[in-house]
Nanobody
């Protein structure tokens, strides 16, 4: 059974950095894709980054390229989202999810992800 647990959220000042972790278990490492998503108040959930669990490049939404990095920590079995230069527009509930296939061009399609973590709030103050 696939399980995902996020950690690392909180309140930060604009300009700061944050590292979110997604502890994943129960999936076949070489054939899945883990993504990070966020939902700001009053807005739809959006995909921000994803990475193949078998290794490889990360995928990013255009809106976060250059500030977000997604990395896989095999020792800890986590997929981490590093966020730099935070701004108030980054305030959202951040969640990770697993896709049963490789990432590819559909990495950002929310309906392709079948298990979700509980979410972790990030609040950025100016």
């Amino acid at each position: 059974q696939v399980q995902l647990v996020e950690s690392g959220g909180g309140s930060v000042q604009a300009g700061g950095s944050l590292r979110l972790s997604c502890a994943a278990s129960g999936y076949t490492r070489s054939s899945n894709c883990i993504g990070w998503f966020r939902q700001a108040p009053g807005k739809e959930r959006e995909a921000v980054a994803a990475i193949p669990t078998g290794g490889g490049k990360g995928y990013y939404a255009d809106s976060v390229k250059g500030r977000f990095s997604i990395v896989q920590d095999n020792a800890k079995n986590t997929v981490d989202l590093l966020i730099n230069s935070l701004n108030p527009e980054d305030t959202a509930m951040y969640s990770c999810a697993v896709r049963g296939l490789f990432c590819g061009d559909r990495w950002c399609v929310l309906s392709d992800y079948y298990v979700w973590g509980q979410g972790n709030q990030v609040t950025v103050s100016s």
